[in-house]
């Protein structure tokens, strides 16, 4: 094993696979709702998703939609995280997409049985980077050392405020 962490935490989209949604039209939906309800139009969009859950159920649906069309989810696989994740015993995943399409995915690539648990944005009241999903996984965690492998700032700022461990996830490809 490159890496001896005890417990390995993944992000899922720009990580394990690239999910193919229509982001331009999805943050011109959310923005609608946004302005609606008076939320800040240049705050991140994890932040304004996470304003609008406390508002309006309709926003877990839209993304639904969005992430999931047709009740299908399309993504392209990072095949050597895919293949690092199936060396490892177990581990965990922590997203800003909707926990049922992290499930659909992993089932889908085969991965559902070593993922001891999902929480997706949909889980938790207030999404990466904030630490709330940590807290929700923590006591789940073995003893050692954690890290987290994601693929954008806000992964690598989630990871910080946890103090736990990062991994870009395209510095990991390049060591396997």
């Known amino acids: 094993m490159i890496y001896n962490f005890t417990n ?3 992000d899922l989209d720009g990580t394990i696979v690239n999910l193919n949604i229509n982001w331009h039209k999805l943050k011109q939906i959310i923005n609608t709702l946004c302005l609606r309800n ?3 139009l240049n705050a991140p969009l994890n932040t304004k998703i996470d304003k609008l859950k406390n508002i309006t159920s309709e926003i877990c649906q839209i993304l639904y939609r969005y992430e999931q069309p047709a009740d299908q989810v399309y993504f392209k696989p990072n ?4 293949q690092f994740i199936k060396r490892l015993d177990y581990f965990y995943l922590i997203t800003n997409n909707l926990h049922s399409t992290a499930a659909k995915v992993l089932y889908e690539i085969g991965l559902q049985d070593k993922c001891v648990q999902i929480i997706g944005i949909d889980d938790i009241k207030l999404s990466k980077p ?3 999903a940590y807290i929700a996984l923590k006591t789940k965690l073995s003893a050692g050392q954690t890290v987290y492998v994601g693929d954008k700032q806000i992964d690598y700022s989630f990871a910080y405020n946890c103090k736990i461990n990062f991994l870009n996830v395209e510095d990991l ?3 396997l």
């Not at 095949?79 to 895919?82: E, M």
């Open 173 to 175: 490809c390049q060591k």
């Open 8 to 10: 390995y935490i993944f």
């Open 130 to 132: 904030n630490i709330d």
């Open 38 to 40: 008076d939320i800040d």
């Open 79 to 82: 095949n050597l995280i895919i």
